[in-house]
């Protein structure tokens, strides 16, 4: 027999709607803290380290037209979001000291605990500066001394993107301990210890590394794109695209192998390291890993990286790349022309030979712009190993560089830095920077220059220092018109200055 529904009365049709508003209005009462919740970026959190007499500037997220008000010694600022819900405070800069507690209000209220107010250094490049202080030498002695409570800790996770990001991926700021170092970049640390002992002021650093990288990987694409002579760059890359297909199944097969020797119980194979796409793509690491910082007021930067762009398509653009990256990041973060120091390239003997000695010459030939300083490392490399472990001294020359540029000691801070040459009969006199408190050469000969005539095909030079300039010459070269040094992938020079500082490789110009 066939049911007939009842129909519903419009009472109880009544009733139901009521409960449904009912329940729906508690979904949204529970909702809406969550939708207006006050929010920071993961580069704001307690333990922090703020820049000392500079602005102070908290930013973050939470509902549209809210009121956000920060705390922070004493001072107050607020201000209302946007219909984004972004909201930003600028606080008045001030002195070294802390610790400090900061209060953020709105709809919800975080507080953090524990900030320290100094310099902030940020640390970037690839695998020799992303070089954990676990396998730098003597990590063992140097781990069980690591306790500096006034040192603190951020590492950005890798990230690549096709725009800029509005915030990195982080751990949250941390105390410099045995622990927390130990997967922290070794030169970093090193470098900020030696700040540190100079200084004493709070230090906080922000390590954004990522291994294999180019530079360009680094560069905003802004900047990147002003300059139309970066097109091989570009044409690099796109090849690199075109080729990814065929590297994912080589990849694939590699995976099996790995999976098959693990299964077998035998030792994995070994193949040749490969770059990750995406952590090549112009622009793509300063989207993800610089860009959400460029609102954190920094002291300075340091940076280790080059040995990426060694190859005969991305060499010759080094040195107007270098500058650019620079520029750019001076220009997002708004500071003026803070502090950038580089490490130049070590000595390295790679498999497939490289333009290491043009990246070296480029690195030196960006210190022409403001501020800028560079740590040589041409004698304390390894040449069998692209990640040399004596990241100590590394970091201690770059701490002279910063110790003189940034807080004005008045310190020798590099090596010998090629300035110009003048004829002189058959020979060419030298001159140099960073040379007056002499030149000095270990062992009983000069090593290391070559001269050239017009031809520019380059000889070893007969070469001596009268203790302010080097003086070459070569019998198979009557006329010297060129003269270059430590022009190799791993050379033999011995040039130094009386502050056993190493001079810099160079070739000179027309």
Known sequence: MKKTKTPISTARRSKIWRQIVFLASIVAFRAAPALAEVKLPAIITSHMVVQRERPLHI???????????VSFRGETRAATTDALGRWSVGLSPGAAGGPFEM?????????????????????????????????????????????????????????????????????????????????????AYF????????????????????????AEAWTSLGAFSANASFMPILAAYSKMTDDESVWSIERARQEREIEAAKVAGKEAPRFPWHPELKSWAPAGDYNGMIAPLTRFPIRGV????????????????????????????????????FPFLIVQLANFKPDKEGMWPEVRDAQRKSLVLRNTGMAVTIDIGNPSD?????????????????????????IEYSGPLYRQTTREDHSLRVWFDHAASGLVMEGGVLKGFEVAGADRHFVPADS???????????AQVPSPQYVRYDWASSPEGNLYNDDALPASPFESQP
């Open 59 to 69: 930013w973050g997220s939470a509902a549209p037209g809210e009121n956000v008000s």
């Open 386 to 410: 692209i990640h040399p472990t004596n990241k100590q001294e590394v970091g201690h020359r770059l701490a002279l560089a910063a110790r003189a540029i940034s807080y004005s000691e008045k």
């Open 302 to 337: 340091i940076w280790y990286q080059g040995e990426s762009n060694t190859d005969p398509a991305r060499a010759p653009l080094y040195e107007s790349l270098l500058k650019t990256l620079i520029q750019g990041w001076r220009e997002q973060w708004g500071e003026g022309d």
């Open 191 to 214: 470098f900020a210890k030696d700040i540190q002992d100079h200084q004493n002021v709070p230090i906080g650093l922000i390590e954004a590394s990522w291994g294999g990288t180019p």
């Open 464 to 474: 001596y220092t009268d203790e302010l300039t080097v003086v070459v010459s070569s």
């Open 103 to 187: 209060e953020i209000h709105g709809e919800n209220t975080i507080k953090l605990s524990d900030i320290l107010v100094g310099d902030v250094w940020l640390a970037s490049g690839q695998s020799n500066m992303e070089f954990p202080t676990r396998l730098a030498a003597n990590a063992t002695a140097e781990l069980a001394a690591a306790n500096h409570p006034r040192l603190r800790l951020l590492h950005v996770n890798r990230a690549s993107s096709d725009y800029p990001l509005e915030d990195v991926s982080a751990e949250p700021w941390t105390a410099c301990s045995p622990e927390s170092v130990a997967d922290f970049s070794a030169v």
